[in-house]
């Protein structure tokens, strides 16, 4: 069955850097676009980035554009979100999804599976 599964959230501190990873099985991972988004309590789904199945387009959004980077190793069936110039706004739990396509969106209805998350907080 597909599997998605986050690591690489903590505690950073306003400035500081994390790297979270989800690692997909159970299905092709290269034939599908992959996005990450994050979850505040009491507020709504927030699409962060997602990229195509084979890395070769990108969306980020503009509340973490120039500080976060997506990426995949489809050998590996791994998708990646580099944090940096983290702000206490970022604070989040942060989840994976599958997409149905090849392409990334951010429509909820394209997107057929989703991780647990890894929350990230950022506080000093």
């Known amino acids: 069955q597909v599997q998605l599964v986050e690591s690489g959230g903590g505690l950073a501190q306003p400035g500081g850097s994390l790297r979270l990873s989800c690692a997909a099985s159970?299905?092709?991972?290269?034939?599908?676009?992959m996005s990450w988004a994050r979850q505040i309590p009491g507020k709504g789904l927030e699409w962060v980035s997602g990229i195509y199945s084979n890395g070769s387009d990108t969306y980020t959004a503009n509340s973490v554009k120039g500080r976060f980077t997506i990426s995949r190793d489809n050998a590996k069936n791994t998708l990646y979100l580099q944090m940096n110039s983290l702000k206490p706004e970022d604070t989040a739990r942060y989840v994976c999804a599958k997409s149905r396509l090849s392409i990334a969106t951010i429509m909820v209805r394209d997107y057929d599976y989703w991780g647990q998350g890894t929350q990230v907080t950022v506080s000093s």
């Open positions: 159970g299905f092709t991972f290269s034939n599908y676009a």
